[in-house]
């Protein structure tokens, strides 16, 4: 993970030298496109190498130099072109660079232009939350429940593509926006879902820094996209989570489940500005996204007082919709425990088995059984299912409670 530090070096030492390497460049090179690209890969760069080399003494000196480099590269590239200039031209896009004005936030402006269309939405999510994020192999791994490997492969291919087909690191203007957003929501929101739980061991299990960057991030957007409902959405299901954040581990260090929360410390402001943003969807009376029916579900969790009076038949139909639009074994999960509520334990159980094919390696698919066989009073396949929970789970204030849980069998 880079440490905070770093990335706040990194992002301000870019802001600060932005326009002046843009300007020593193209005085030297005498084009601002180049110039303007060379300072993206410069600091593309330096989001790679410094949290593992450091901060150099003068990053303004070193993303000149760096930027420098990358424009007498680009240049000589152009000039071995000749005939292929055409053909290559056909792999770029013919409109000019997007204003800078079009995207006021650097590293919004560098999520937008990581998230290419060019690369498969997978690929683009994973290299962006890597390159931009601040997101480690593993812990991207662990996003898309695929092996380390799989995922170190797949970022490597999608740097190869980028170089063998000449793909422009440009920043999109207004215009672009559109085609790009899905990939940008979803990186920021596998980035507040590393920050709300964090997968690592070596981290904080609740991590703020991610959170709160993830909802500027997304809140900016939202003023450049108002009209888009999946925006809205994802800007509401966050805040509905942060609000609960300060109650979610224990003076101990142990994770707190949503049933065993104190809701009165929950954050007031951030759930009735999150109603509001569910409420002002439902009025457009649009079919709503995957993010829009997401912070439905977490609206109908926060309006209860107690968990006693959640609506767990509204929660259920609403992840009867989610399934269509998104028929992920995860979601299906979370629906299989929703339903544990209205049908009982076995019905769920029976629901979850199913989909251990798909789930074998996810700590909380472990997790879930383990419950739903304690509730039926089967201990030794409980017990065992939360070993199993425990030794696949990062977190180490999950693990805490998983093994509270466990030892509690008797």
Same mark, same amino acid.
């Given at each position: 993970?880079?440490?905070?530090?770093?990335?706040?070096?990194?992002? !301000?030492?870019?802001?600060?030298?932005?326009?002046?390497?843009?300007?020593?460049?193209?005085?030297?090179?005498?084009?601002?496109?180049?110039?303007?690209?060379?300072?993206?890969?410069?600091?593309?760069?330096?989001?790679?190498?410094?949290?593992?080399?450091?901060?150099p003494p003068n990053p303004g000196a070193w993303?000149?130099?760096?930027?420098?480099?990358?424009?007498?590269?680009?240049?000589?590239?152009?000039?071995?072109?000749?005939?292929?200039?055409?053909?290559? !031209?056909?792999?770029?896009?013919?409109?000019?660079?997007?204003?800078?004005?079009?995207?006021?936030?650097?590293?919004?402006?560098?999520?937008?232009?990581?998230?290419?269309?060019?690369?498969?939405?997978?690929?683009?999510?994973?290299?962006?939350?890597?390159?931009?994020?601040?997101?480690?192999?593993?812990?991207?791994?662990?996003?898309?429940?695929? !092996?380390?490997?799989?995922?170190?492969?797949?970022?490597?291919?999608?740097?190869?593509?980028?170089?063998?087909?000449?793909?422009?690191?440009?920043?999109?203007?207004?215009?672009?926006?559109?085609?790009?957003?899905? %990939?940008?929501?979803?990186?920021?929101?596998?980035?507040?879902?590393?920050?709300?739980?964090?997968?690592?061991?070596?981290?904080?299990?609740?991590?703020?820094?991610?959170?709160?960057?993830?909802?500027?991030?997304?809140?900016?957007?939202?003023?450049?996209?108002?009209?888009?409902?999946?925006?809205?959405?994802?800007?509401?299901?966050?805040?509905?989570?942060?609000?609960?954040?300060?109650?979610?581990?224990?003076?101990?260090?142990?994770?707190?489940?949503?049933?065993?929360?104190?809701?009165?410390?929950?954050?007031?402001?951030?759930?009735?500005?999150?109603?509001?943003?569910?409420?002002?969807?439902?009025?457009?009376?649009?079919?709503?996204?995957?993010?829009?029916?997401?912070?439905?579900?977490?609206?109908?969790?926060?309006?209860?007082?107690?968990?006693?009076?959640?609506?767990?038949?509204?929660?259920?139909?609403?992840?009867?919709?989610?399934?269509?639009?998104?028929?992920?074994?995860?979601?299906?999960?979370?629906?299989?425990?929703?339903?544990?509520?209205?049908? %009982?334990?076995?019905?769920?159980?029976?629901?979850?088995?199913?989909?251990?094919?798909?789930?074998?390696?996810?700590?909380?698919?472990?997790?879930?059984r383990a419950d739903l066989l304690?509730?039926?009073?089967?201990?030794?396949?409980?017990?065992?299912?939360?070993?199993?929970?425990?030794?696949?789970?990062?977190?180490?204030?999950?693990?805490?409670?998983?093994?509270?849980?466990?030892? !509690?069998?008797?």
């Amino acid at each position: 993970m880079i440490k905070l530090d770093v990335r706040e070096a990194i992002t !301000q030492a870019h802001h600060e030298e932005w326009a002046r390497v843009v300007a020593t460049l193209t005085k030297r090179f005498g084009d601002l496109d180049i110039a303007e690209e060379a300072a993206a890969e410069a600091f593309a760069t330096a989001v790679e190498r410094w949290p593992a080399d450091g901060a150099p003494p003068n990053p303004g000196a070193w993303l000149t130099t760096t930027a420098s480099r990358k424009a007498i590269d680009r240049i000589r590239r152009e000039a071995k072109r000749g005939d292929k200039q055409r053909e290559a !031209q056909l792999l770029s896009y013919d409109d000019p660079p997007g204003r800078r004005d079009d995207i006021d936030d650097e590293r919004l402006r560098l999520i937008f232009t990581c998230c290419h269309p060019a690369l498969a939405m997978e690929t683009r999510v994973a290299l962006t939350l890597r390159m931009v994020g601040g997101l480690t192999v593993p812990e991207i791994a662990r996003a898309f429940l695929v !092996q380390e490997t799989t995922m170190e492969k797949r970022i490597t291919r999608a740097k190869a593509k980028i170089k063998a087909a000449r793909i422009p690191y440009r920043v999109p203007s207004a215009k672009d926006l559109s085609e790009r957003v899905t %990939g940008v929501l979803t990186v920021l929101f596998l980035v507040f879902n590393e920050g709300y739980l964090s997968t690592s061991p070596d981290t904080d299990p609740v991590r703020r820094d991610l959170t709160a960057e993830a909802i500027r991030l997304t809140r900016l957007i939202r003023v450049l996209m108002p009209e888009n409902g999946e925006v809205t959405g994802l800007l509401a299901l966050m805040l509905l989570i942060e609000a609960r954040r300060t109650a979610r581990v224990s003076a101990s260090g142990e994770l707190v489940t949503l049933d065993e929360q104190d809701r009165g410390t929950w954050d007031a402001a951030l759930i009735a500005e999150g109603h509001r943003l569910v409420r002002e969807r439902l009025a457009t009376r649009v079919a709503p996204g995957r993010y829009q029916i997401l912070a439905a579900i977490n609206a109908v969790h926060t309006s209860a007082p107690d968990v006693s009076d959640t609506d767990w038949s509204q929660v259920v139909a609403l992840y009867d919709q989610l399934v269509r639009l998104d028929p992920s074994p995860i979601i299906a999960l979370n629906r299989a425990v929703a339903v544990a509520e209205i049908d %009982g334990a076995a019905v769920a159980l029976a629901a979850v088995d199913r989909l251990e094919h798909r789930l074998a390696g996810y700590h909380a698919f472990h997790a879930a059984r383990a419950d739903l066989l304690r509730r039926l009073g089967r201990t030794q396949e409980s017990r065992a299912a939360y070993d199993k929970a425990i030794e696949l789970a990062g977190n180490t204030a999950e693990t805490a409670a998983l093994a509270r849980r466990r030892d !509690q069998l008797g």
